[in-house]
């Protein structure tokens, strides 16, 4: 870019505050993502949550990651859960994404079982990736959980994707 050039704004430019809080989050909601119901053994039985801020870490040695919530009242059970599984959600399970979404205890009428770690397990995914901790990092107003695969598990089908709020598919116009 030479000197004289200048980035033009975007129509919709701003700055992250208090202000535009719905706005850069629905900024955010433009980036299109997988969903993930990440899955632990808790003081309360198996519980469960839905994330699309799962990511590839490393490849060796093999790690991932995902960021629950602070706010989340699932929050201390999954930053304290020494094991737990990320599935990757094909686009038929929208709504056992919904259901973990509400509700963390969701597993009625879904398939799963525990491993003998004692983390349920979800079948029917895309991927899925039992974990160990391997860290947890302070991030705002959520926290990085850093988990080394253990085990991996995956099949072919259609992915469900997020974006701008909704739940997709490849499939939809």
Known sequence: MSSDM?????????????DTKRAY??????????????????????????????????????????????????????????????????????QICGG????GHAFDGYNW??????????????SRFECTQFAVHDAGDHSIIVGRVIRVSTQDADPLMFYSGKYRSFNEN
């Open 6 to 18: 200048h980035p033009l704004p975007m129509p919709d430019s701003f700055e992250p505050n208090d």
């Open 25 to 94: 989050r629905d900024a955010l909601g433009r980036f299109v993502t997988g969903i993930a119901v990440i899955t632990c053994d808790s003081d309360n039985g198996p519980l469960g949550i839905t994330a699309n801020s799962f990511s590839s870490v490393s490849l060796d040695p093999p790690l991932v990651l995902w960021s629950p919530a602070k706010a989340s009242k699932r929050y201390e059970a999954f930053v304290n859960a020494r094991n737990f599984a990320i599935h990757i959600m094909s686009a038929d399970q929208a």
């Open 100 to 103: 973990f979404a509400h509700d």
């Open 113 to 126: 079982h525990a491993c003998p770690q004692g983390v349920p397990l979800i079948a029917h995914c895309l």
